[in-house]
């Protein structure tokens, strides 16, 4: 057990590592010069006082070290727990613009991705159970699972936005208010929330009503429900077993899902300007914001190595044959 | 009688039409008795032993009757037949390997098992089984992988019969083992027996030497019908339908050197099943067939308790 989670730590710790060293050298090979989009920003007229503030900026930012030097900075930035300076909106921190935006991008993320596995895992055992709700489940599930995220979050944006006017299409909440923590604006919050959620879920949801299904009867033609048919144990007690079996298959997806659900919502988040990584990570690529790119790309890839990590632990729990394989079999 | 069997017919619906796997077959096995059934692979031994507890989804019940303890069977009827199997009849499935629930433990998984079938578990009973077949307790708190492939085999067994049925069904249970294991195998088999553990059983398998050293008949059948019915001994050294003579000399002998006789076996292939032709479906392959055969020959009892299908034998 403990040499199964150390060799997992020690994977998720390389995997870290090739991460963050990724995540510093994308934003460095882009073209273009922050600094030199900053000082337009600054509109200084004056050659003298442009050298002066570009010597400044690249002594703040680290520009003017050799790059390995930037990269041990990095590094050593990274575990004093500092994620630098936005370029975007200097002067503001890295940190703060995160810790703004993480909370929504987590609201959307969390419910969309665990109740839409839960449905979606229902609705495929179902769907494996009956004709008539295999031939409407299973059509419907292929369409919505092949539905580009952007695209559904488009569609639904118009339709319940725009022609009916039922939800709001954009923002994380009405510009006429103000973040408090009071009813009304909990309301408005989760006003705003309802559409990228419904988008996000409803794409994730097809995907696993469609593998629950296809397992679901893999597992029911399988020798141990044959077997239990044959001494007569009733069919609630085979779908039980079958269910439970079939979801450790539908675990590993999620793990495997995880990261694709992830770049799924931002992009969900840009379409409907929800003020969360992925807005933020927009802002930074089109601003060139070394720092604040990195620091969101660490956040995300943080969050799915925990996921990750969490899953792991979670199958070893319900597949005892994961447990009974590090300790060994007997004869 | 416990076992009464009678004209069964049960066919496999293809899109070609229908396969005439048991082709009206009738026999009866009596209290205590062991019914070893043999013949090659597609003579409907497995249909037999399927149709006694469980129709698979292609198969049809077509006619016939199956009689347990003078209870008439609703074979064709997988819903009515739920009360019997397991407490009635039961079966050893040909897969012991893979036979339980890999995610529960054993106990646990006997425990639900009984519990789904309003059965009250008798621990002791379940235990005292477990040491008559050399299993350790300790398998209830285990995971069937953590068993050995003869483990599992034996634990199966254990469940299988732990209801006391009337009829056991064994299909090829020995198939996937080696010579000791089968032997260990069908000596459990016949200690379930004498201890009354399970009232009659039929044993199904392609392996007649094997089969004689357990059954106390062997019913040999031919393309989903009945070829020879005889006591064991009977069907081995005086065999009188001449699929059943070709059967038992195409098997090797111990001690025979066959440097100079080289074994045949049978020349040709079973007949399709969809739309046989009328009469004997052996006579093709037989090497004393000769007119009358166009006819179907009716199994007839030559002696006492060796019914033979046969023009020639009767």
């Known amino acids: 057990m403990r040499r199964y989670f150390g060799r997992k730590l020690?994977?998720?710790?390389?995997?870290?590592?090739?991460?963050?060293?990724?995540?510093?050298?994308?934003?460095?090979?882009?073209p273009g010069d922050p600094v030199a989009s900053m000082l337009a920003r600054a509109r200084v007229a004056q050659p003298e006082a442009?050298?002066?503030?570009?010597?400044?900026?690249?002594?703040?930012?680290?520009?003017?070290?050799?790059?390995?030097?930037?990269?041990?900075?990095?590094?050593?930035?990274?575990?004093?727990?500092?994620?630098?300076?936005?370029?975007?909106?200097?002067?503001?921190?890295?940190a703060d613009l995160l810790t703004r935006a993480v909370p929504y991008s987590l609201a959307l993320l969390i419910p969309s991705i665990l109740i839409s596995w839960v449905i979606g895992n229902r609705l495929g055992a179902l769907a494996a159970r009956r004709k008539v709700l295999d031939n409407t489940?299973?059509?419907?599930?292929?369409?919505?699972?092949?539905?580009?995220?952007?695209?559904?979050?488009?569609?639904?944006?118009?339709?319940?936005?725009?022609?009916?006017?039922?939800?709001?299409?954009?923002?994380g909440y009405s510009f006429s208010m103000t973040p408090s923590f009071t009813w009304p604006f909990f309301v408005d919050l989760l006003w705003h929330w309802v559409l990228p959620f419904a988008s996000l879920f409803l794409v994730a949801l097809g995907g696993w009503a469609i593998g629950m299904r296809n397992v679901i009867i893999y597992e029911l033609e399988s020798d141990y429900a044959n077997y239990l048919s044959a001494l007569g144990a009733p069919q609630k007690l085979i779908r039980r077993y079958a269910f439970r079996n079939a979801v450790l298959p539908q675990i590993t997806g999620l793990a495997l899902q995880l990261g694709v659900l992830v770049a799924g919502?931002?992009?969900?988040?840009?379409?409907?300007?929800?003020?969360?990584?992925?807005?933020?990570?927009?802002?930074?690529?089109?601003?060139?914001d070394f720092f604040l790119l990195q620091g969101a790309f660490l956040f995300i890839v943080l969050g799915v190595l925990i996921a990750n990590f969490i899953i792991d632990v979670i199958y070893v729990i319900v597949d005892p044959r994961t447990r009974v394989g590090m300790a060994g079999a007997s004869a | 009688m416990t076992l009464e069997v009678d004209d069964l017919r049960v066919y496999y619906r293809?899109?070609?039409?229908?396969?005439?796997?048991?082709?009206?077959?009738?026999?009866?096995?009596?209290?205590?008795?062991?019914?070893?059934?043999?013949?090659?692979?597609?003579?409907?031994?497995?249909?037999?032993?399927?149709?006694?507890?469980?129709l698979d989804g292609r198969m049809k019940h077509v006619g016939g009757s199956v009689t347990l303890d003078d209870q008439v069977l609703p074979i064709g009827d997988d819903v009515k037949m739920n009360p019997y199997r397991f407490k009635q009849v039961s079966l050893i499935p040909q897969y012991s390997m893979s036979a339980m629930n890999p995610t529960r433990k054993i106990g646990?998984?006997?425990?639900?098992?009984?519990?789904?079938?309003k059965v009250k578990l008798d621990l002791d009973e379940l235990h005292n089984r477990l040491d008559l077949v050399e299993l350790p307790r300790e398998v209830l708190g285990k995971y069937p992988i953590e068993l050995s492939g003869g483990m599992k085999q034996r634990m199966v067994m254990v469940i299988s019969t732990l209801l006391n049925p009337s009829l056991l069904i064994a299909d090829e249970i020995t198939s996937a083992l080696d010579v000791s294991t089968q032997k260990?195998?069908?000596?459990?088999?016949?200690?379930?027996?004498?201890?009354?553990?399970?009232?009659?059983?039929?044993?199904?398998?392609?392996?007649?030497?094997?089969?004689?050293?357990?059954?106390?008949?062997?019913?040999?059948?031919?393309?989903?019908?009945?070829?020879?019915?005889?006591?064991?001994?009977?069907v081995v050294n005086a065999p009188k339908h001449p699929y059943t003579q070709l059967l038992i000399s195409s098997l090797p002998e111990v001690g025979v050197r066959y440097a100079d006789k080289r074994l045949t076996g049978i020349p040709g292939n079973p007949p399709s099943l969809l739309n046989p032709v009328p009469g004997c479906r052996f006579r093709d392959r037989c090497p004393l067939a000769f007119d009358k055969c166009a006819e179907e020959p009716p199994p007839v009892e030559v002696e006492k308790d060796h019914v033979v299908a046969c023009w020639k034998a009767a």
């Open chain 1, 10 to 30: 020690l994977v998720y710790g390389l995997t870290f590592f090739m991460a963050v060293t990724v995540n510093w050298l994308v934003p460095r090979l882009m």
């Open chain 1, 50 to 94: 442009q050298e002066a503030l570009r010597v400044y900026y690249n002594n703040l930012f680290g520009f003017d070290q050799p790059w390995w030097q930037q990269y041990l900075n990095s590094w050593g930035a990274l575990f004093r727990g500092d994620f630098g300076i936005s370029l975007w909106a200097f002067p503001t921190p890295v």
């Open chain 1, 137 to 171: 489940v299973l059509p419907v599930s292929y369409v919505l699972t092949a539905t580009p995220y952007l695209w559904l979050a488009a569609l639904m944006a118009w339709g319940f936005g725009i022609v009916w006017g039922i939800f709001p299409v954009a923002g």
């Open chain 1, 265 to 288: 919502a931002l992009v969900t988040e840009i379409v409907f300007s929800y003020p969360g990584l992925g807005s933020l990570i927009l802002a930074a690529i089109q601003n060139k």
């Open chain 2, 14 to 54: 293809t899109l070609k039409g229908d396969v005439q796997a048991l082709d009206g077959v009738s026999f009866g096995v009596k209290d205590g008795e062991i019914l070893g059934l043999a013949g090659e692979s597609g003579c409907g031994k497995t249909t037999l032993g399927k149709a006694l507890i469980r």
């Open chain 2, 108 to 117: 646990r998984m006997v425990r639900e098992l009984l519990d789904s079938r």
């Open chain 2, 184 to 234: 260990a195998v069908v000596t459990t088999l016949k200690g379930f027996r004498d201890r009354g553990f399970v009232k009659s059983m039929l044993f199904i398998t392609h392996d007649i030497s094997l089969t004689n050293q357990l059954a106390d008949t062997i019913m040999v059948m031919y393309a989903g019908k009945l070829a020879e019915k005889a006591p064991a001994g009977v």
